[in-house]
């Protein structure tokens, strides 16, 4: 049985999703200190150089020979510019099942990259991998989360209550905790069905190929 993801880019019509590279390192300082991906994510604050050095280096490639997942760092096709990065974690490969994370740069939301890549995940995950489940946790208040597993087909099936801890910025700058619920959704082979998403399909190839 495969227990690891192989090293692979996938392609959309605007997209390319990548493994990170040391010349991300700037422009995902960037995104991971942004005040809404600090909030919902329990990213470190302030997220310096170091911590984006660890996660490509280590922390990232780790995912993906572990069996854990692995980690896309989602670039505009065009430009290469960062825009956000789609990770899959707590993979069963017994199961076939495993859990999808994103986050969008500040500068590129709006654009329906977060649905274009994760759909283009789950594409991939289901025809090329033959897995049979992705779930998606979004917290109580985080719509445009939300919308996403919405936007891809995502079926909401409960609510874990008081399962994340959320982050918010008072006046004077400072970050406190609060308790929040997480939705969990869930997406299946057949979802896909009918969902469109106005890009073209997905192409696949191995990391080498890109470089």
């Not at 991906?37 to 280590?58: G, K, L, M, Y």
Request: overall charge negative; charged content about 25%.
């Amino acid at each position: 049985m495969t227990t690891t993801f192989p090293d692979v880019s996938i392609s959309t019509e605007r997209l390319v999703l990548r493994p990170f590279e040391e010349a991300d390192v700037p422009a995902y300082i960037e995104m991971m200190n942004d005040e809404t991906v600090t909030a919902w994510t329990p990213v470190p604050h302030p997220f310096t150089r170091a911590d984006a050095e660890r996660w490509i280096r280590e922390i990232a490639p780790a995912q993906r020979t572990s069996g854990r997942g692995i980690v896309f760092a989602v670039t505009e096709f065009l430009t290469q510019r960062l825009v956000g990065t789609v990770r899959l974690k707590n993979t069963d490969w017994r199961l076939g099942a495993t859990e999808a994370a994103y986050a969008t740069a500040p500068w590129a939301r709006g654009e329906g990259y977060a649905t274009e890549s994760v759909l283009a995940v789950a594409k991939w995950l289901f025809r090329d991998r033959k897995f049979e489940r992705l779930e998606l946790r979004t917290a109580a208040d985080n719509t445009a989360s939300q919308q996403v597993a919405q936007k891809i087909g995502g079926i909401s099936e409960g609510v874990l209550r008081n399962a994340w801890l959320a982050r918010t910025r008072a006046a004077d700058g400072t970050w406190s905790e609060t308790r929040t619920d997480l939705i969990v959704w869930s997406l299946l082979p057949e979802d896909l069905d009918g969902v469109a998403d106005g890009s073209a399909e997905s192409g696949y190839a191995a990391y080498s190929d890109w470089s």
